[in-house]
């Protein structure tokens, strides 16, 4: 039996893994690649097997990065089954229909963009159509209910308490004789969080799949940081701003909206200041992610399914509101009353988010809150870093808001509970393979784990391939990134411009004070250093023919 890593294995998006036995081929995840141009131009390439042979894909759950590639898979062959949770399936409807729009949508820019310089239309990497093929093959189970996939396969769904629907998967695949257990964490969630339930621990399994994206970090305790979202919103409510909480769409959304309620309904003592005070769920997506919450209470925690016996919604309350429509959307920015808008996505790549950071990152009244994880790339990580300015259709926009980072949100869980969830194992699994993680935090969790547990992890760095029986490294495959198109120089030289700007800036300012600390000769030596990177960056565009953008956007290696 055999193991390859296609996906989340030089990141956190992606996630796809193929498992060959002797007779048959199945897939965990086929989820999109998310971040920035390079990162996203991988959607691009040729799955690295035939998707026609690929009997079933299991699915852990609805995130974009776990799933998003499966009306693809179906585009370029696949007909066989798609295992999922009953919840999970309701929201791979919304998820996958959501992302094939944006998709089209996208398409339909860059044609009109390549008319009028001459160049050919695009395709858009899937249609609505597609998405709706793929949801055909969707077939919905609960959890803890026993599958035969084959008479040599099956699985068991656990709840993982990622988001609504998330599981962990166990498989048992007999191979002549033998029999061996897989398990796959998918991304696993927080203990004792409102609505979901906590993660289950898995006493044994021969092999493990486990995700790492907060490896080598401890999250906040949630608490603290429902505490510090209210401070920031009473504080900026006071100087007359705006909270704007770019959150994923399933998941993060609808925590917001529980923790939202339960303040609004047990804080009285701050009803004069909030009274007038609405919180805006500004994304159709999330919109109809809420209701198919509301549709699968079944798997609510034990205190959630309380507040809903006993006559309250846990995700409604009096100052929530949902726009339904773009005008909607557009009147939020217009009223400069203090307001809490929620809006997707939560990495600030696409969607109604950037609007509203358009209209809002200027003004020093208001506050960004970013509750959850920001890719490498990404607007959001740019953000959170400390950019001073970003660009936004085309314009470019001064950041002046405060920015937050509570990580307390954060659906995954931090290096303690994978630790705790992993520590949940009686004895050694005979692999334990590290994926969906950066990799420094891959190397930093295998460290802990074999100090900690005396467990042997094998850190996943490039697509590769693994004998699972003997543990034998079959192939790799070295993942290199090139799409320094005219978009991505002109990007550069506008990364670099700002650089400079700020360094003149810094050194007419402190004319005569830094002295003592920094010679003038070196602040000359690091202006010098910003000079060449612009004069770099102008002879870039000549250096890259259009040949070379067209033959090498993005190759894989292939090494032994």
């Known amino acids: ?113 390549n008319a009028r310089t001459g160049k050919p239309p695009v395709e858009p990497l899937y249609t609505i159509d597609d998405a709706e093929d793929a949801l055909k093959l969707v077939r919905p189970v609960l959890y803890d209910q026993l599958i035969e996939l084959a008479p040599e396969i099956r699985i068991v769904f656990n709840d993982a308490g990622h988001i609504l629907g998330s599981a962990i998967t166990e498989l048992w695949i007999t191979e002549g004789e033998n029999t061996s257990k897989i398990v796959f964490s998918g991304d696993l969630g927080v203990t004792n969080r409102p609505i979901l339930r906590d993660p289950v621990k898995i006493k044994k399994a021969d092999y493990v799949i486990m995700e790492t994206t907060y490896g080598n970090r401890l999250h906040p305790a949630n608490a603290t940081s429902i505490d510090e979202l209210i401070h920031i919103t009473l504080a900026t409510v006071k100087r007359g701003g705006s909270v704007i909480i770019p959150s994923f769409a399933v998941g993060r959304t609808q925590e917001l909206i529980y923790q939202f309620n339960m303040f609004y309904e047990q804080h009285p003592e701050y009803q004069s200041q909030l009274e007038n005070v609405n919180v805006y769920i500004d994304s159709p997506m999330a919109t109809t992610a809420t209701e198919v919450f509301k549709r699968n209470a079944q798997v609510f925690d034990e205190k959630t399914k309380e507040y809903i016996l006993s006559g309250d919604n846990p995700l409604d309350f009096k100052n929530l509101k949902f726009t339904r429509n773009t005008a909607d959307s557009m009147m939020l920015n217009e009223d400069k009353s203090p307001k809490i808008i929620i809006s997707a996505s939560g990495m600030c790549e696409a969607g109604r988010i950037r609007h509203h950071l358009k209209h809002n990152l200027w003004d020093s009244r208001n506050s960004i809150v970013f509750v959850g994880y920001q890719a490498e790339g990404t607007l959001g990580r740019m953000l959170i870093e400390g950019a001073k300015e970003v660009k936004l259709f085309g314009e470019t926009i001064s950041v002046k808001a405060e920015i937050h980072n509570l990580e307390g949100f954060s659906g995954h869980a931090d290096q303690k509970g994978l630790m705790d969830w992993l520590s949940g194992f009686r004895q050694e699994p005979e692999q334990i393979f590290l994926v969906h993680g950066e ?56 990364k670099i411009g700002v650089i400079k700007s700020e360094l003149d800036s810094v050194l007419s300012s402190t004319q005569g004070i830094i002295e003592n600390k920094i010679s003038a000769e070196k602040l000359q030596q690091i202006n010098n250093i910003v000079l060449e990177l612009e004069k770099a960056s102008a002879n870039l565009g000549s250096s890259i023919t259009s040949e070379d953008r067209d033959s090498t956007p993005l190759s894989q290696q292939k090494e032994m």
């Open 1 to 113: 039996m055999k193991i390859k890593f296609c996906g989340a294995s030089i990141g956190v998006t992606g996630s796809c893994h193929l498992i060959t036995t002797d007779k048959h081929k199945l897939l965990l995840d086929c989820g999109q690649f998310q971040g920035g141009k390079a990162v996203e131009k991988m959607n691009e390439e040729p799955f690295p097997f035939d998707p026609a042979q690929i009997e079933w894909v299991i699915l852990s759950h609805a995130h974009i990065d776990h799933c998003g590639r499966l009306p693809l898979l179906v585009k370029r062959g696949f007909k066989g089954q798609i295992y999922c949770t009953d919840a999970t399936a309701d929201l791979l409807e919304v998820m996958l229909k959501d992302s094939a729009y944006i998709h089209e949508k996208d398409a339909q820019w860059q044609s009109k963009k």
């Open 439 to 494: 990799l420094e935090s891959k190397k930093d969790f295998a460290r802990l784990v074999g100090d900690k547990l005396g467990f042997h992890p094998v850190v996943i760095t490039e697509n590769s391939e693994f004998e699972l029986e003997t543990g034998q490294l079959l192939s790799r495959d070295q993942v290199i990134m090139d799409v320094m198109d005219d978009e991505g120089i002109e990007e550069l030289k506008d």
